[in-house]
């Protein structure tokens, strides 16, 4: 086809309306607004390179689909990561090709037949594609409008000390201005919960989540909690960007997610963690840990136990005392490309268990193993009580 | 006969507008087409058998069906339960067999209707009057598309009356040695059937030919292209279909090897004048402008209508300006439709015509 620029625009915003209305419902369905700002996203990346398109294809042969679709497919998925569009990848790559297939279809079979002079216009479908944008216009405006109303309050949180602990009991987004500091810890208990930039400082926990869902909380540092740097029960959370340091309590966890297994998975990335008994720890949770740092943990730096199931990949665990990474006690954890270095013997103990391990399973647990590197640990990997390891 | 449509011409440009207005919901007794012969591709049929012809140049959209979708090759797949010819499609890379093309051709015949509307009449003229056109006798119809078809074969003016030159599009055998004139894609199908059947040809040329996989450059078969040419003053109008006129054929190695392999063995070869040989062919195309066709002829000088050379002077939707109003459409399709589309006498430039004029039925229909 040699598509004039309108009959691209006409035939782009035709082919986005059904991907649209889909969005919508499926936002409905996960009560998240990524399907709409994916399909946002993906109507405004063509758009934008169908004026690229214009100028450098004058005639597109059909199979240029294919490259041109993978070309915007990594713009789409760039672009999501970079605004932040909470799209799970396998989803979102599912709607982007059924988006594209459908656009294929309907380029080729359904406009064709709905409109005969659809090739010798280029593309362009005359009084239709006025009506198509407009309706593009309005559900897209439509699904903003509402996303926008019902978004939670901003609420901002000054320079300065606030005492705490911070309850956050309805769905809000608690947002720290640069030296943002709450004393005591912050609570929160409603679903819908943001809380970004901001310093805790002291407290049993310092972030508590408790019976909450999609709760963010990001770019956040705690220092001197005395259990929990974060606590999560009952919810699920993305935690990410975290620091986690200078616990004061001699058992106190770095970030703990426990007895959320029938809830949907929390996520814990690019988070530092320092000190502490346990940098991360799961209880009865679905979690994906990664990319994080724990050093200098005195039990364990990452743990996954009580039949947890977990992806642990590309962390950085260093100089932990007994054990780098656990996976125990009928847990199920995938554990990949992470680094774990200078684990030592916790001699003292007397815990055949802890002499060092980098990687330990545990009491029936399965680990399974795929490009880590381990190196200057006392023991590189180990299972105990019919746990088992393999490797991928 | 009155009626809101003619169609005059039964050949495969009168089938495409048929087929056209059939898809835009006229029964097949408010179409009344006039033609010498009930099979539309009769003629096309002859010639293409002339020159041993086994695919189309065109590709999977070059069919009669008013919608460009599915064309020969979704119907190639489904037939075979093959994706063959689907990646061969969107690879521009499918071109249907003859055979192919005839028998959808057969089953549009029937789906359309297309016996209940042809009348067997030479209609030889058209004259405006209140409210439409009257067609030599056969009645006053408002809207009336001409598609006459190419007015004759073309020979070089040394070759007239020579006996031992034939027509590519008349049927003939090969002698042993044989010259083909013409470098087009009648000329290059000759080169190769000679060949095949043991001659030894010469290419008779002046020019070196185009290799294009269309006749146009594929934009110049939608708006994109069209724009600019329909936007273009008349000189340049003029220059472009001339350019555009010159022989080409398609790209690729099934052309170029049995050439270059009898090139090799001294069975090929190229020279600017014939020679002697025992058969010339010619491979001329078709007589050009509507001069050469009596009925646009009379048309042209009954009604002053505007031309530029050879061509008649359409508005971009292939319609006669000056005999095109709110009550009435006079339109062109196929070779004479040349000045509203430059691939007018291919099977997509039919379509174009077609769909220029239903829009203009529909039009008056609803006034």
């Known amino acids: 086809m040699a598509y004039t620029l309108r009959g691209r625009l006409e035939s782009r915003v035709a082919a986005a309306l059904a991907p649209l209305l889909a969005a919508c419902v499926i936002a409905l369905v996960v009560k998240s607004w990524w399907p709409v700002e994916l399909a946002a996203l993906m109507l405004a990346v063509g758009l934008a390179l169908d004026a690229v398109y ?110 705490g602990p911070l309850v956050l009991d309805h769905s809000q987004r608690l947002v720290g201005e640069p030296g943002a500091v709450v004393r005591g810890g912050i609570v929160v208990t409603a679903d819908d919960v943001t809380v970004r930039d901001v310093t805790v400082v002291g407290g049993e926990f310092g972030i508590e989540v408790d019976g909450a869902e999609r709760v963010l909380l990001d770019r956040v540092e705690v220092l001197w909690a005395e259990l929990d740097g974060i606590n999560v029960r009952r919810s699920t959370v993305t935690i990410r960007d975290c620091v986690i340091r200078e616990p004061i309590g001699s058992h106190t966890q770095g970030i703990d997610i426990s007895f959320s297994f029938d809830l949907g998975p929390s996520v ?6 320092t000190g502490g008994m346990e940098g ?32 642990v990949e590309g962390n950085e665990v260093e100089d932990a005392l007994g054990v780098g990474i656990f996976c125990g006690d009928y847990s199920v954890c995938r554990i990949e490309e992470n680094s774990v270095s200078g684990t030592v ?30 190196r200057g640990n006392a023991r590189p990997v180990g299972s105990f009580l019919r746990a088992s390891i393999s490797s991928e | 006969m009155t009626g809101p449509c003619a169609i005059v011409g039964g050949g495969l440009a009168g089938f495409v507008a048929h087929a056209t207005l059939r898809k835009g919901g006229l029964e097949p007794a408010e179409i009344a087409v006039f033609g010498n012969d009930p099979d539309p591709a009769a003629v096309w049929r002859v010639r293409a058998a002339a020159i041993r012809q086994r695919r189309m140049r065109s590709e999977s959209d070059g069919h009669c069906a008013p919608s460009s979708f599915p064309g020969l ?50 209609i030889q003229r058209v004259r405006a009057v209140n409210g439409g056109f009257e067609l030599d006798g056969h009645g006053v119809f408002a809207n009336v598309l001409l598609a006459p078809g190419h007015p004759g074969l073309a020979f070089p003016e040394e070759l007239e009356g020579d006996p031992r030159a034939v027509h590519a599009y008349e049927p003939h ?92 063995d001294g069975r090929f070869r190229v020279a600017m004048e014939p020679n002697g040989a025992g058969q010339v062919i010619c491979a001329t195309g078709f007589k050009r402008g509507f001069r050469h066709d009596p009925l646009l002829a009379r048309l042209v000088a009954e009604h002053g209508l505007e031309t530029v050379e050879g061509w008649i002077v359409l508005a971009p939707d292939s319609t006669v300006p000056g005999l095109t109003d709110a009550g009435r459409t006079l339109a062109l399709a196929g070779a004479p439709a040349q000045w509203a589309f430059p691939a007018a006498d291919t099977l997509v430039g039919a379509k174009y015509a077609a769909r220029g004029f239903l829009r203009r039925v529909r039009a008056w229909r609803t006034r």
């Open chain 1, 54 to 163: 214009h100028r450098l294809i004058p005639y597109q042969p059909g199979w240029a689909a294919l490259p041109l679709g993978l070309l915007e497919l990594g713009i789409v998925m760039g672009l999501a990561r970079l605004l932040d569009v909470a799209a799970p990848l396998a989803a979102a790559l599912a709607f982007y090709a059924g988006a594209w297939l459908l656009a294929q279809v309907l380029a080729h079979a359904v406009l064709p037949l709905a409109r005969l002079s659809y090739g010798d216009d280029g593309g362009e479908l005359g009084r239709p594609g006025a009506a198509v944008a407009g309706l593009a216009l309005v559900v897209l405006g439509s699904a903003v409008g509402v996303a926008w109303a019902t978004q939670p309050p901003l609420v901002r949180l000054e320079a300065g000390v606030h005492e």
């Open chain 1, 345 to 374: 013997a916790d001699v003292e103990s007397g815990d055949r268990t802890r002499m060092g391990f980098g990687i330990l399973s545990h009491y029936g647990a399965e680990a399974t193993l795929d490009d880590n590197r381990l």
């Open chain 2, 73 to 122: 090759a979704v119907r190639a797949a489904l037939r075979r339960r093959s994706v063959v010819p689907l990646v061969q499609t969107v690879a521009d890379r499918y071109h249907p067999t003859v055979g192919e093309f005839l028998e959808h051709a057969e089953e549009l015949r029937a789906e359309t209707g297309w016996d209940e509307s042809f009348s067997r009449a030479r």
């Open chain 1, 280 to 311: 991360i720890v799961t209880h009865f949770a679905h979690a994906l840990v990664r990319d994080n740092l724990v050093s200098e943990t005195a039990l364990r730096a990452i743990t996954l136990t009580e039949m947890s199931m977990a992806d």
């Open chain 1, 268 to 273: 814990v990335e690019r988070c530092t963690v």
């Open chain 2, 173 to 264: 055998d090969y002698a042993e040695e044989i010259e083909v004139v013409g470098a087009g894609m009648a000329a290059a199908t000759e080169w190769l059937n000679a060949l095949t059947a043991g001659s030894a040809v010469v290419s008779v040329r002046r020019r070196e030919p185009e290799r294009r996989p269309l006749n146009l450059p594929r934009e110049l078969f939608t708006r994109r292209g069209l724009a600019g040419y329909h936007g273009a003053p008349a000189v340049d109008r003029v220059a472009f279909l001339r350019r555009y006129g010159a022989p080409s054929y398609p790209p690729g190695p099934a052309w170029d090897e049995p050439l270059e392999r009898a090139g090799r």
